[in-house]
């Protein structure tokens, strides 16, 4: 195959993710093969109530077409689903379904090997019931890469990552570490090498209000400061800690291409304040690049057809290569 083909999942089946999807695929001609991974019936009937009409060409299982695939019409592989509504509730019904999704992607990959992934969202409180943080964790632990993989938000003028995904408060200064913040700044620094051919600024914040507590034994004096010192010995270009409430001020952010925080909403709150919806989800780390639309399953939103597909534009348009 000329080019990489990029296979979908489309995650919950109860989102606006097909919505966004036809939006995508009519906004704009992709030269890459695209293979989405969905209930045929779920799509179709989609489809028809979003009003957007796209020929299917359905892929049987055995993945013979690979080869001669293109983007005339909607490359498919139907996965059954049952729903009375097609915009019905979340709920666990969609969980095993999801998981299939997810098995014949990553079957498809390690079979293949020469693909990129992108995945749709899903209910963290249905589909992973606590047994993993999110998809970035889930998938990470399906390629065995539990310990070697970061998530960063990318936007070309700024991107951010979070030492810690969706984790509670009172949780996160127990799982932050030296090694963790080695392994970010490695794989973001081979990611900004790789694509860009650029060695990244990397700013990194503290944890506590100011960099600072009132208490002994701070995150700062003991994990970030000393993990930040080595890594400038090994000629990583990184500053910190920076206090969060004032890296992203716009005099600062124009020294660095990307911002490690400690937590998730420490990096990814001003990120959509500054960006919107305007950037990817990327997950470094694994064999293969995945990446996510930065949104939600937004089920209040399913079916009015109003919501922006510039988050799965951008990551289309990432990968189309």
Known sequence: MDKKPIIIVAGEPNSIFLEIFFKSIEAHKYRNPIIIIVSKKLFDDQMKKL????????IEKNFDKFKDLNNKKIN??????????????????SNSYIKETFDIALMIIKQYKDFNFINGPISKKYFLKG??????????????????????????????????????LKDVHKHITKQKIYTHVKLITEFYKKYFNKI?????????PHCESNFKDCEEDRIITPAIKNLRTKKFLVKGPFPADTIFMKENLKNFDVVIGMYHDQVLTP???????????????LPFIRISPDHGPN??????????????IKALKFLDK
Do not use: W
């Open 200 to 208: 990244p600024k990397i700013a990194i914040t503290g944890l506590n």
């Open 271 to 285: 990120m959509k304040t500054l960006f919107g919806f305007d950037a990817i989800n990327i997950t470094l780390g």
């Open 131 to 168: 047994k993993t943080l999110g998809i970035t964790e889930y998938l990470a632990k399906k390629n065995k890469r539990i310990n070697n993989f970061a998530m960063l938000i990318f936007n070309k003028q700024l991107s951010v990552s979070p030492i810690t995904t969706h984790l509670a």
């Open 76 to 93: 498919l592989i139907d996965v059954k689903y049952k729903f009375k509504n097609c915009f019905e509730k979340i709920s666990e019904k």
């Open 51 to 58: 009003g957007f009409f796209f020929k299917i060409n359905l």
């Open 299 to 312: 089920s209040p939103m399913v079916g009015k057809n109003l919501s922006d597909p510039k988050s799965l």
